[in-house]
Nanobody, 122 residues
Framework: QVQLAESGGGLVQTGGSLRLSCAASGRTFSGKAMGWFRQAPGKEREFVATISWSGGRTYYADSVKGRFTISRDNAKDTVYLQMNSLKPEDTAVYYC???????????????WGQGTQVTVSS
């Protein structure tokens, strides 16, 4: 059974930082892309960042570019999201996902985690 477990969420003040982790288990994800999405209350899930299997290709939503960094450790089947200069509008549940290609479209991802809450206070 495939499992993705996010961790690292919490409450932080504006301008602060958090590092999210997502550990995959249950099967190998060799060759797969991984991504982060988020969903704020009353809004649709939106793309945040994605990274290719090799780590050589990364893409970010314009709203987080320059502040967030996605990385991965394939030996640990883990993807990370370093979030700096956080803003109240970053408040959301953050989800990691495993997909076939590095894409901003959620339909390209086959497996999803349960999500971790990030709250940025003003």
């Amino acid at each position: 059974q495939v499992q993705l477990a996010e961790s690292g969420g919490g409450l932080v003040q504006t301008g602060g930082s958090l590092r999210l982790s997502c550990a995959a288990s249950g099967r190998t994800f060799s060759g797969k892309a991984m991504g982060w999405f988020r969903q704020a209350p009353g809004k649709e899930r939106e793309f945040v960042a994605t990274i290719s299997w090799s780590g050589g290709r990364t893409y970010y939503a314009d709203s987080v570019k320059g502040r967030f960094t996605i990385s991965r450790d394939n030996a640990k089947d883990t993807v990370y999201l370093q979030m700096n200069s956080l803003k109240p509008e970053d408040t959301a549940v953050y989800y990691c996902a495993v997909g076939r290609v590095s894409s901003r479209w959620s339909s390209e991802y086959d497996y999803w985690g349960q999500g971790t809450q990030v709250t940025v206070s003003s």
